[in-house]
């Protein structure tokens, strides 16, 4: 027994040693958290793909130093997305992290982050209150909030659009709560009525008991869906007729690109709003999609542009250091500090909160050379999270909630 | 803690049904479980010592399951709802109420003891299938409703920001390693009285049920007490574990009570094997290195795990615990 | 004048269209020594669940030392004194042999319900569970798991079991079939070395055995009395009925 004792011992004093965080010099090690199993898997390799898109660019390379990824599946559950932040922090020692999809997860790393003092760029989480009233300050949000690109668009639907009755649908939690929200306070203070709210299950199957319940006598639907529930609700929209009815308006992921190609002309003519759009016509984002489509045989979606841009943020940051990223508060401040004016949705700097200030663009569903795309047909300029409003009045408010 | 089932006093062949392996294996098991997590985390890593307290919390509830699973044969598929419910009342009691450590700590035990009272009086009345799917749908409520009852529970963002241990609580030593000991002492404290119960009179009467319930009611015993008594103290350690949990993470999420969640503690014990106390408590720790350790290495690591799973069902039907050669041939 | 251990009264059990039993009225004295016989199907076994619980009657009034049980459950029952047998064995397979014995024995003990000390440290509890081992000649088997007895001690266990609550009834379903004839008449012995004072109701396909055993004699037909009476009246009756009933024969 006393042999099988000290065999044990040693194995786990070895281990203890291997295990060791390491923190030596060498390359930059960027931690990356994303689904990339379970039902937000599609997204998550999205936003992976933008990543090592730009990385091979760059040939993992920045500052002089090498950069190296670990990437990290959350299965877009929180409590797996902290366990694993963990390992990249506390095990493997990177030198930031960067990910994150899901309102859920990203509200659930905030406190961790905050406690180990590391700079987190969230590319995709778009939970207003992230970077409003439970802003953390070490997080970067290269993304948006969810009802960021809706106050313009509220606006845009009843001055450009002309309508003055909307009825809402859209899924059952807080990023489409704030998306709504959004939309519906710009849209009610023009003048303009939401007559109607319904809320599905983000496990939704089948619409045809909400598509029955909606008012006839709006002026326009406004949906947010994603994933498979978009394509479905889109089809179902036109089998019960109405889309021929009451037009359709939405968020931006009802129409983006990893749903629209797997549409088909009941997608066509639907007005959406969101800072990006693969068909926007500038010469970064030409060169963006039409190499991301060469690599991944894919149109890029918000969520693969995304994470390109959020790593020329980082990459960005790296440059301004000279690659001397070890002091996390510097690295913190030259990502705060960036300002990136070539990136596919366009030109794009942080305001005070560590939000975003970027283009909000206004896209229909066209079919251009036989393929379904989201034409630009409006541009707000340099949108805040806070529209027009004084971001102190703002914040005094209540989160946008169903 | 070592062989809970070894109850009945005096000396005696090594002949006993759940503990019938050769000894050889167990002490080996029993030897690396308990250096490891003694001496592991002062040798480890704080991410390593981060991954041993989710062990001792996740074995804290997969043996509170195998109390109910195990010992007494009730197969529950819903059994992260008491672990979710309790660490959703330590999250609103800590941050919307601002309420003090004890105050959280009691009222996660206590919301999470109320709640299996009362879902105990449903399903103590199936057993089998039919407890499997009733206890499976209250799970499925149960999540739902963290889901969708926005106000309390946050909905799918859940309730961040629970303060640290150290911080509400006042211990003197903050860290990953004093919340690893303060939870490696709730863990023995539970397996202690854990191990004593199945030791009981009561004890003896779960197994009574799980091996014939039929004859029990007909020797004198009202099994639908017995049962629902089984399942209530199920659900309570279940709400340690979920106590533990809130403030391990410092966030509850809908996630914590889904039957993902439900179904990964079931394979725990399965694995581990049942009514065994022990066999969960290795369940649990090989769960959670096998996820995280896998996970690094490969994407397919779900397949991998689903492939040890089956390999495990195949090689050790009476889980790891029970395995090596049988001495079962009489 | 105690009242009867038993009191049946126009009892019925009805699967749908199917009398297993049907207004069957029967009275059982304390101590006595009753034989409950009939053919296959008769109804006997259907009879022995109604009266201790397992199937409520649908039909009459069951009462047990001169209380009405007719809506207890079997728990309830057997904590005013009745136990059984059962014709196919029922024991505790994965437990041990004194593991079964203690949780009859704790059966109708109100520590049944202590969680928080260990049954080992009971000394009367596992002292009674002993000699009841021993009595019935499962000593060498003390700590071995029921499924890996033989037949014999299996059978031997499952009176042991009903005896450990110390019943003022005791219903035995066939306790010896199946069994060899050593083995059988060792059971007979035990049977007839019972405490007088508990009333035994028995089923027996073996007549000899019944008649031997039993004072009175109930004979039951498609789930109907059809005779009862002293052992000598119903053995005088049963030529007759023995060639209609097809029984004995085979026996």
């Given amino acids: 027994m006393k042999k099988l004792q000290c065999v044990v011992v040693a194995a786990l004093l070895v281990a203890g040693v291997l295990l060791q965080g390491q923190t030596v010099e060498g390359p930059i090690r960027i931690g990356f958290l994303v689904p990339l199993s379970g039902p937000y898997a599609q997204n998550g ?358 | 803690m070592a062989e809970p089932d070894a109850a009945l006093g005096g000396p005696r062949p090594p002949s006993n049904t759940e503990s019938m392996s050769p000894r050889g294996w167990r002490l080996a098991i029993v030897l690396v479980l308990g250096l490891v997590f003694s001496a592991g985390p002062l040798l480890f890593s704080s991410y390593w010592v981060g991954l041993l307290t989710q062990m001792v919390i996740l074995a804290i509830l997969a043996m509170s399951l195998d109390i109910l699973l195990g010992y007494t044969g009730l197969p529950s598929l819903g059994h992260a709802a008491f672990f979710g419910v309790a660490a959703y009342a330590v999250g609103v009691l800590a941050t919307v109420h601002g309420a003090g450590f004890w105050t959280c700590v009691a009222g996660g035990l206590l919301v999470g003891t109320l709640l299996s009272a009362v879902l105990g009086l449903i399903v103590s009345h199936v057993r089998d299938v039919y407890f499997l799917m009733i206890t499976l749908a209250l799970g499925m409520v149960l999540w739902g409703l963290s889901f969708r009852w926005i106000p309390v529970t946050g909905g799918d963002n859940g309730i961040s920001d629970i303060p640290t241990l150290a911080a509400h609580s006042g211990l003197p030593f903050a860290g990953p390693l004093a919340l690893y000991y303060v939870t490696l002492l709730v863990f023995i404290a539970c397996a202690g009285v854990m191990a004593l119960i199945v030791k009981s009179p009561f004890g003896l009467t779960l197994r009574g049920i799980r091996e014939n319930e039929g004859r029990m009611k007909s020797l004198g015993f009202n099994t639908w007490l017995h049962c629902y008594l089984s399942y209530v103290i199920a659900g309570a350690f279940a709400s340690v574990a979920g106590v533990a949990w809130a403030y391990y993470n410092g966030f509850v999420s809908p996630t914590y009570l889904d039957l993902t969640a439900s179904s990964e503690l079931f394979l725990m014990v399965t694995l581990g094997g049942p009514a065994t106390l022990v066999g969960p408590v290795l369940g649990a720790t090989a769960i959670v290195l096998l996820k995280n350790v896998m996970s690094a290495y490969t994407a397919r690591w779900l397949l991998v795990l689903g492939i040890v799973y089956i390999v495990t069902i195949l090689v050790a039907p009476k889980g790891v615990w029970n395995l090596g050669p049988s001495g079962r041939s009489r | ?105 704790e059966a109708l003990d109100r520590r049944k319900l202590v969680m928080f000390r260990a049954v080992s440290s009971y000394a009367d509890l596992n002292q009674r569970a002993a000699a009841l081992v021993e009595q019935f000649g499962l000593s060498g088997r003390t700590h071995e798991v029921a499924r890996n007895l033989s037949y014999g001690e299996q059978r031997k266990l499952e009176v042991a079991l009903s005896l450990a609550g110390r019943p003022r009834l005791l219903l035995l379903d066939e306790p010896m079939a199946g069994l060899s004839a050593g083995e059988s008449t060792s059971m007979h012995a035990m049977l007839e070395q019972l405490d007088p004072a508990i009333a035994v109701l028995l089923i027996e396909h073996d007549m000899d055995i019944a008649f031997a055993f039993a004072e009175r004699v109930t004979v039951l037909h498609q789930g109907r009395m059809l005779t009862e009476g002293h052992k000598d009246e119903v053995s005088a009756n049963l030529g007759v009925q023995q060639i209609y009933l097809g029984m004995g024969a085979a026996e």
């Fill in chain 1, 45 to 402: 390799r999205d936003i992976l793909n933008g990543f090592l898109l730009l990385l091979d660019e760059i040939g993992y390379r920045a500052g002089g130093r090498e950069i190296q990824l670990l990437a990290e599946d959350t299965e877009g559950i929180p409590a797996v997305a902290l366990t694993k932040a963990r390992k990249l922090v506390e095990s493997d020692g990177v030198h930031l992290m960067a990910g994150g999809l899901l309102s859920s997860t990203g509200y659930a790393l905030a406190p961790y982050i905050d406690s180990m003092q590391i700079p987190m760029v969230y590319p995709v989480v778009s939970a207003d209150d992230l970077t409003q009233r439970r802003g953390s300050k070490w997080i970067v949000r290269t993304g948006y909030t969810g009802s960021q690109p809706n106050h313009p668009f509220g606006d845009y639907a009843y001055h450009t659009l002309g309508y003055r009755t909307i009825a809402t649908i859209a899924l059952d939690y807080s990023f489409g709560w704030e998306s709504v929200g959004g939309f519906q306070r710009t849209f009610e203070e023009a003048g303009g009525r939401v007559t109607q709210q319904m809320w599905t299950p983000v496990s939704v199957h089948d619409f045809a008991p909400y598509l029955a319940q909606i008012s006839r006598n709006v002026d326009a639907v406004y949906a947010l869906f994603l994933g498979r529930a978009t394509l479905q609700f889109m089809r179902q929209y036109e089998e019960y007729g109405l889309k021929d009815r009451i037009p359709l308006i939405g968020a931006g992921t009802t129409t983006d690109e990893h749903a629209l190609p797997f549409m088909g002309d009941e997608a066509l003519g639907v007005i959406t709003a969101l800072h990006y759009s693969a068909a926007l016509d500038s010469p970064a984002n030409r060169a963006f999609v039409s190499a991301y489509r060469a690599r991944y045989n894919k149109l890029a979606s918000y969520y693969a542009e995304s994470m390109y841009s959020g790593g020329k943020w980082v990459i960005a940051a790296i440059e301004a250091l000279d690659g001397q990223v070890d002091d996390r508060e510097v690295l913190l401040n030259a990502l705060r500090a960036a300002r990136l004016t070539d990136l596919p949705r366009g030109s794009v700097e942080l305001d005070a909160y560590g939000n975003p200030i970027e283009n909000v663009y206004v896209r229909r569903v066209d079919r251009v050379n036989g393929e379904l795309q989201n034409t630009v047909i409006d541009t707000f300029p340099r949108v805040s999270q806070f529209w027009n409003y004084n971001p102190a009045e703002y914040l005094a408010q209540p989160l946008y909630a169903r």
């Fill in chain 3, 1 to 105: 004048m105690n009242p009867p251990a038993l009191v049946l009264e126009h009892v019925s059990r009805h699967f749908g269209g199917l009398k297993a039993v049907d207004d069957v009225s029967l009275t059982i004295q304390p101590c006595a020594r009753h034989a409950l016989i009939g053919p296959n199907g008769a109804g006997k076994t259907t009879l022995f669940n109604v009266i201790s619980g397992e199937l409520p009657a649908t039909g009459g009034q069951i009462s047990l030392f001169g209380e009405d049980v007719t809506r207890l459950a079997p728990h309830q029952r057997a904590a005013r004194g009745i136990a059984r047998t059962f014709q196919i064995t029922k024991l505790f397979p994965n437990m041990t042999v004194i593991e079964n014995m203690l949780l009859a024995c």
